[in-house]
């Protein structure tokens, strides 16, 4: 079963545009991860958030977690063509990490 | 450093017939996953190895599904027979010792069964 809800499910946007990606999540965490996901391709890891942080930079990420509303967002700042993936929030659930379904990103240059 | 390496990238064959797949992590990483990822859906985890022993194998369908990882570093995952609903990726990754964040994801190997 899979714990975070992504939204919206899929995105499309120019060149230089920001991107925000959302995620909602039913248990408490310890922590929140982002992975990015090419067409074909495994996982990256993008960034961690722990429970006790607000916000958090990673270049052009910046990711926030509302535990409270057990809710992150993902922004991806001017964005690039090879941004397009789809992106994946994570959810440590005991030892092991629960992924959300996904949002596709597509960003036209 | 080599990342994990994941063999074959794609497979075919017909429903009934058996398939493997064979993953090798990252040196150093004793803690191996292997996760299904159907389409458009995020990654769900099916066995988690700690070097050679399966800790968590409570998502693995173990009528159809078997796994191992004899000397704590390459793993295979089986499935015999196959189904048609079997067409899925299998994504492979591995974790440092006592860090399961830090995961590292292979390509992983697609799945189509006739």
């Known amino acids: 079963s899979q714990q975070g809800e992504e939204d919206p499910q899929a995105l499309s946007i120019q060149e230089g545009e920001n991107a925000t990606m959302n995620c909602s999540y039913k248990?408490?965490?310890?922590?929140l991860q982002w992975y990015r996901q090419n067409s074909g391709r495994g996982l990256v890891h993008l960034i961690l958030i722990r429970s006790n942080e607000r916000e958090k930079h990673s270049g052009r990420l910046r990711v926030t977690l509302d535990t409270s509303k057990k809710s992150s967002s993902l922004l991806i700042t001017a964005s690039r063509a090879a941004d397009t993936a789809s992106y994946f929030c994570?959810?440590?659930?005991?030892?092991?990490?629960?992924f959300g379904a996904g949002t596709i990103l597509r960003v036209k240059s | 450093e080599a990342g994990v390496v994941q063999s074959p990238r794609y497979k075919i064959i017909e429903k009934k017939q058996p398939v493997a797949f064979w993953c090798n992590p990252i040196s150093g990483h004793n803690t191996l996953y292997w996760y299904l990822q159907n389409l458009g859906q995020g990654p769900e985890l099916l066995i988690r190895y700690e070097n050679e022993e399966a800790v968590d194998d409570s998502q693995l369908p173990k009528d159809r599904f078997s796994a191992e990882r004899l000397k704590g570093v390459d793993s295979t995952l089986k499935i015999q027979p196959a189904e048609l609903g079997d067409s899925a990726v299998y994504l492979c990754?591995?974790?440092?010792?006592?860090?399961?964040?830090?995961?590292?994801f292979g390509p992983g190997t697609r799945l189509t069964v006739l």
């Open positions: 248990t408490s965490i310890n922590n």
């Open positions: 990754a591995s974790s440092p010792p006592d860090r399961y964040n830090e995961q590292f």
């Open positions: 994570a959810t440590d659930g005991g030892n092991k990490l629960v």
